[in-house]
């Protein structure tokens, strides 16, 4: 969908690319990818690829030259940003009528039995140790005032078969779970263990795990 809104399809910048993992799909739909993070960890452990170039750079501020790319992309960052600084960045780079498209998404969806054992972690024992920033992605950056033309998008949704083991691991990865272990040297995902595998299944089932993906997106007019 974003390929076919633009008109070049020559340089794409992917802000806040982390490990990559959005830059590498975007070699698929153009020519040259512009990877960049302000972690220089991650930077370190994204994929190489011969159409990126990555850069340990802050969103705010950005190597690339004036009126030179096609689109901007943020996958699920754009809430650590400062926004007035960025979207500037984002037109002084962007060519006339470039696009900007940032998108999020919040909680997962398996059945109701595994829902239910998430949002007892989710709303429960992590509910204090979220950041602030999270804010933004539960009101699916609907409260983030996008100074672009925007445009209408699809409905999306983001989709991969895992195990329990590999829901277990998605469910430490966050911000909040981390948070927790620093704060009180426990494992919080270990409370809900027993109990998702009960609703799980087994260990070697796969179920079907979505996420709702907001997109937002608009054209800037330089003319």
């Not at 992590?126 to 009101?139: G, Q």
């Not at 469910?171 to 009960?198: F, P």
Request: with cysteine; glycine share 4%.
């Amino acid at each position: 969908w974003i390929a076919g809104q633009c008109r070049s399809h020559s340089l794409v910048w992917d802000a806040g690319c982390g490990n990559g993992q959005a830059s590498i799909a975007l070699t698929e739909y153009f020519d040259q990818v512009f990877a960049s993070d302000p972690s220089a960890t991650q930077i370190a452990s994204a994929a190489p690829h011969p159409n990126i170039r990555y850069a340990v750079a802050a969103a705010e501020q950005c190597s690339l030259p004036d009126n030179t790319v096609d689109c901007v992309c943020v996958a699920q960052a754009l809430h650590w940003f400062e926004f007035e600084r960025f979207f500037s960045e984002a037109k002084r780079v962007l060519h006339d009528d470039g696009l900007l498209v940032v998108w999020t998404y919040e909680r997962s969806s398996v059945n109701p039995g595994v829902d239910a054992v998430f949002e007892k972690l989710y709303l429960g024992t992590l509910d204090a140790y979220w950041p602030p920033e999270r804010t933004h992605v539960e009101t699916g950056y609907r409260n983030i005032a996008i100074p672009f033309n925007e445009i209408p998008t699809p409905d999306f949704e983001l989709r991969c078969n895992w195990t329990v083991s590999q829901y277990l691991a998605y469910l430490r990865s966050w911000s909040a779970s981390q948070r927790y272990l620093k704060a009180t040297g426990k494992d919080a995902v270990c409370d809900i263990e027993n109990e998702m595998l009960h609703a799980w299944g087994t260990h070697d089932e796969t179920k079907t795990v979505t996420w709702p993906l907001i997109v937002r997106a608009g054209r800037f007019s330089k003319t």
